[in-house]
């Protein structure tokens, strides 16, 4: 049974959850991880798969039809398909995502479309082996692509997305190749903009290559058209003139989608975030383990909600970074 939608205090109604199943990632991209890598969470601070399936199961009925399951890097949680056929399955939740580094995909590609995900965005950085290890400290290309093949066999996992983060002083010999990539595959690729969240706290803002560079990059050698943007869209798409495919570009710093955002987020260790650059957290494991009835939670997650931030303030005088980085927090 449904009841008033969730809204935050500038009437923006809440649709869509991205919840962080772990902290953990096999990866130590330089945009987001140092090269040791990060104190982990214990597993006791984790939300059990039952104390999400509560949540999402609650938040569902306050209308948040759209989940997105993220890490850390997601694959490393144990049994992760469970917990997705478990989240699928509740009244409510009509779209369940993923997003992934691809390196554990072959392996779970078949388990998480028949667990019920829908959707998958697939991380990858640079399409030359080379580049890749130098970003992202692994060598694993292969397995990634391979990841995205055996993915693409299943017609429901379809649109696949592939994501890359658009670094100036690299991503420039990336861009040609991945629309070369967007126009002979079914994969969509999005370009990301470069954000404050590294835990080297080493950006800073000569290092955002645009998505309006990226675009023009490619318009000059495939002529692209825009295509209509979805309310809530964090992506821009393009469609190629010549009807060869689709490619976007995510451009939350040069061009921001503050006014209409629907998102919240749900840490690994169980905080609600309401914007990916909050300052505050809202501890929701904590009432659930301490006996906490629905209406106690759902209130608690109401009044966080009703609090979130008109829009982030990055590139603004006093800007404060997030404590957390993009690993802890959870795309």
């Not at 969470?41 to 509560?54: A, H, S, Y």
């Not at 995900?117 to 950085?125: L, T």
């Not at 993915?151 to 002083?169: T, Y």
């Amino acid at each position: 049974m449904g009841c008033e939608p969730l809204r935050d205090g500038h009437g923006r109604q809440i649709t869509d959850l991205r919840v962080s199943v772990t902290d953990r990632c096999n990866f130590r991209c330089q945009y987001c991880m140092p090269a040791e890598g990060l104190p982990w969470l214990e597993r006791r601070e984790i939300l059990t798969f039952e104390e999400i399936t509560r949540l999402v199961g609650l938040l569902a009925r306050m209308g948040v039809h759209d989940v997105r399951l993220t890490g850390g890097e997601p694959l490393v949680r144990r049994e992760l398909p469970h917990l997705a056929a478990m989240l699928s399955q509740l009244d409510g939740v009509d779209d369940l995502s993923l997003t992934t580094n691809g390196f554990l995909l072959e392996r779970d590609a078949e388990a998480l479309v028949r667990a019920g995900v829908s959707r998958f965005n697939v991380s990858v950085d640079s399409l030359q082996r080379d580049r890749f290890y130098e970003l992202t400290r692994r060598d694993a290309l292969p397995r990634v692509l391979a990841g995205l093949e055996a993915l693409a066999a299943f017609p429901e996992a379809h649109p696949i997305k592939i994501n890359a983060v658009a670094i100036r002083g690299f991503t420039e010999k990336e861009v040609i190749p991945f629309a070369d990539l967007a126009r002979r595959t079914p994969f969509e690729v999005r370009f990301i903009e470069y954000m404050p969240l590294d835990a080297d706290r080493a950006w800073t803002p000569a290092q955002v290559l645009t998505g309006r560079e990226i675009r023009a990059a490619i318009d000059a050698v495939y002529p692209l058209a825009p295509a209509r943007r979805e309310p809530h869209a964090t992506a821009r798409v393009f469609e190629f003139a010549d009807g060869r495919g689709r490619i976007g570009f995510i451009n939350p710093l040069s061009e921001p989608f503050c006014v209409d955002c629907n998102r919240i987020r749900l840490t690994a260790d169980g905080r609600l975030r309401t914007c990916l650059f909050s300052l505050n957290e809202t501890d929701l494991r904590g009432p659930l383990r301490d006996g906490a009835d629905d209406a106690e939670v759902e209130q608690i997650i109401r009044d966080a909600v009703w609090r979130k931030e008109l829009k982030h303030h990055v590139g603004e005088p006093g800007f404060i970074r997030p404590r957390r980085t993009m690993s802890a927090i959870g795309g």
